[in-house]
Structures are given as structure tokens and as C-alpha cells.
């Protein structure tokens, strides 16, 4: 082998070498971060006077009646593609994984014909003595299982109170005859 080949590599690794080093010291000249005083981060407590381990008070539910008036079931429509799963709303009202949703509005709870209801579900329904009015379905289905201890509604529920108003002025209408609006 040449000595001129391996002083022209020896020359090019050299190079290549001074180029990375001068562009490292350069862009921590330009992105140079201080180092913390104190590394992580801190995490603020209010501090109470009462009970540290009392739990927060819940917000009180928000009423569904004023917002009937001006929903759309339309928009209801498509907001039940997410119940289609489990749910039917035709006249037909066959159950598949939930029951079906015919006549839904003011329905007693967990009495819908051959529909094996949890135990949570029977239990909330009192016997059949509690209906579906439109505060109980909004307030299930803004969290069903935690309106309805036991359920075993798989459905995480629906956080925007205008997405509910919208489905509940839908399955009004999926009825033999639609449930009068609530008074505001």
C-alpha cells in the first residue's frame, strides 16, 4: 500500500473529524440550555385545612330540559351511530347486546320484554318505578357506569351536554308516538 493513499485517508478522517467538532461547538454555543437548580418537577398542593383525604364535592348535574327545545335529532341521528352496536331503534325493537331502544323516553327502567338486565340496572330501576325521563337518560349517558353502580353498559358515555340533548331529541322521535318536551 502507498503512504500518499494512507495519508489521504488519514487526512480525510482528520477532516471529517474537525468538521464535527467545530459544528458541535457551534450549536452549543447556539442551543445552549442552563442546567436547573433543581432537576424535575415541582408539584403544588394546595394546602387545606380540613381533610386531606375528603373527597371533591361533584358538580351538580347539569339539566337537559332547557336544551331539548332547541337540539336537533338530526345530529342525534349520527350520535346514535354510536349506540348501533349494541342497540336497535327500529319498531321492531329487538334486543342484541343492550336492549332495544323503541319508545326509550319515559320506558321504566329494565323492563324491556326477553333482556337480561344486570343486577346494578334492576336494582336502579326500583322495581320498574323509575322511567327513562329525559334527566335520568342524560345523566346516564354523560357516565353509565357511574350513574348506574353494576351496569355492564360498556359505552364510556357522552361528555358534551349539547351531544346528548341532540341523541335524547333523537330517540324521542323513535317512537310509536314521540314523549312530550319537558317543561323548562
Request: aromatic fraction near 10%; glycine fraction near 10%.
Amino acid at each position: 500500500m502507498n503512504s500518499s493513499y494512507f495519508n489521504s485517508a488519514a487526512g480525510a478522517f482528520l477532516g471529517i473529524l474537525f468538521v464535527l467538532m467545530t459544528l458541535s461547538i457551534v450549536s452549543e454555543g447556539i442551543y445552549h440550555a442552563p442546567e436547573p437548580a433543581t432537576e424535575g418537577f415541582a408539584i403544588e398542593v394546595a394546602e387545606g385545612g380540613g381533610d386531606a383525604a375528603a373527597p371533591a364535592e361533584e358538580a351538580a348535574p347539569e339539566l337537559i330540559a332547557p336544551l331539548l327545545a332547541n337540539a336537533d335529532p338530526a345530529k342525534g341521528e349520527t350520535v346514535f351511530k354510536k349506540c348501533a352496536a349494541c342497540h336497535t331503534n327500529d319498531a321492531g325493537n329487538a334486543n342484541k347486546v343492550g336492549p332495544g331502544l323503541w319508545n326509550i323516553v319515559n320506558r321504566p327502567v329494565a323492563t324491556h320484554a326477553d333482556f337480561k338486565y344486570s343486577a346494578g340496572m334492576t336494582e336502579f330501576s326500583q322495581g320498574g318505578s323509575v322511567v327513562w325521563d329525559y334527566q335520568h337518560l342524560s345523566e346516564f349517558l354523560t357516565a353509565p357506569k357511574k350513574y348506574v353502580s353494576g351496569t355492564s353498559m360498556g359505552f364510556a358515555g357522552l361528555k358534551k351536554v349539547e351531544e346528548r340533548a341532540d341523541l335524547i331529541a333523537y330517540l324521542r322521535t323513535v317512537a310509536d308516538t314521540p314523549a312530550p318536551l319537558p317543561a323548562e
